[in-house]
């Protein structure tokens, strides 16, 4: 069975675990340079607050019912997600990340029946230490794991925890109910040739003949109806979809301990990660790396770090990518341990046609980007006509350093002591 576990509206409840007057208050997370929401508490979202709704458009709410906008703290979440991934580790024998907040748990010999109740106490334990909530569904396939944790967290009645059987009636009567495009993997342009085919519910997607989908449309799709049956047949990144966040990673061919080598392993993910960020016409927001030694190797030290670097606006230039990874390894590089895997993952992305200018761009600002757009182009092309990795990106050389505006941005709580409030022993 594998599960996922979701941390609920994680960028606000990592600012709640540290600030508990902002219980039953409606928070927004802003996006760079305080620009436009991005992250909601349920308290916003009931005040009629969307995704990506300018700052500036909110201050009657401030004023009148106590909104809070508060500037993105990446390194405060980071650092949060890691803590809960370090809990799930020890409920369960693999844990393999999606994103910040999202993580697929492995419940390899677990007693399906011993799941609901194992999974609750996961549930506490995570809130327990960590301060996050989190929503857990568990199913025989990924897909289903995802409509599972969805009903988790949209249906009461299971109280945060919701475990799917491949063929029981509980599974059946939520297909029945979840429309098409709340599956994993299925865009609009699918759910409008799904529905000229007869098939309007995930229920009918389940029961469609696999090799007709195929034939219809792609493998892709037809791994989407075997999983629905329960029939695990697809990975993490195996969808066609543009991502919500790309991760690029891979186990080194044997452990290592130079910082040499890690960082060219960094540099080649950071530069795919990129390639694979313009080909689906995203921009990043934020680059996540993360090292891991063997956990199986009980008689060498254990570290597996992750850091969150802020990029100072969202771009897909692989130079300011490979840069802020760089400095992402800086931090979390310790000599003494021998690694057995690294990785770089691209974190809140964006539509690159809906980007957000700042009104301090200039004429050159628009000609830099341009320059830059044609420039990872070229490469993209090369790399393309002559094979991966022809054209590579030599060592970052370093810049001025960024200064964001984040007027609201709260002190991090978790890796900053210095910035812990001040108490006073009488």
Known sequence: ???????????????????????????????????????????????????????????????????????????????????????????????????????????????????????????????????????????????????????????????????????????????????????????????ERLHAMGIRSAWDLRNADPKRIRRKFSVTLERTVLELKGIPCSEMNDFDEPRQRIMTSRSFGKLTGSYQEIQEAIRQHGQRGAERLRQQGSLARAVLVFLKTNPHRTDLPQYSPSTIIELERPTDDSREILHAASQALQRIFLPRFAYMKAGVMLLDLIDADRQQLSLLDTPQSDADRQRSKRLMATMDELNQKMGRGTLRLGMPTGGAAWHLRCANRTPRWSTRWDELPKVRVL
Request: glycine fraction near 10%; charged fraction near 25%; charge should be positive.
């Open 1 to 191: 069975m594998i599960g996922l576990v979701d941390c609920n509206n994680f960028y606000v409840s990592c600012e709640r675990a540290f600030r508990p007057d902002l219980e039953g208050r409606p928070v927004g997370v802003l996006s760079n340079n305080d620009g436009c929401v991005i992250a909601r508490s349920a308290e916003i979202k009931q005040l009629g607050v969307e995704m990506g709704t300018p700052a500036f458009q909110l201050k009657h709410l401030v004023r009148d019912r106590g909104l809070v906008l508060l500037s993105s703290n990446y390194e405060l979440y980071g650092d949060m997600s890691a803590r809960v991934q370090a809990v799930l580790e020890e409920f369960a024998p693999q844990v393999e990340p999606y994103s910040i907040d999202e993580m697929f748990v492995r419940f390899d010999g677990f007693e399906t029946a011993a799941l609901t109740e194992h999974c609750r106490k996961l549930r506490q334990q995570v809130r327990q230490y960590t301060g996050i909530p989190v929503s857990i569904g568990v199913a025989p396939t990924r897909t289903l794991s995802k409509l599972a944790n969805r009903a988790a967290k949209k249906i009461p009645g299971y109280g945060g925890v919701c475990v799917l059987d491949r063929d029981s009636t509980a599974t059946k009567g939520l297909l029945q109910r979840i429309e098409l495009g709340d599956i994993w993997g299925v865009g609009r342009r699918l759910v």
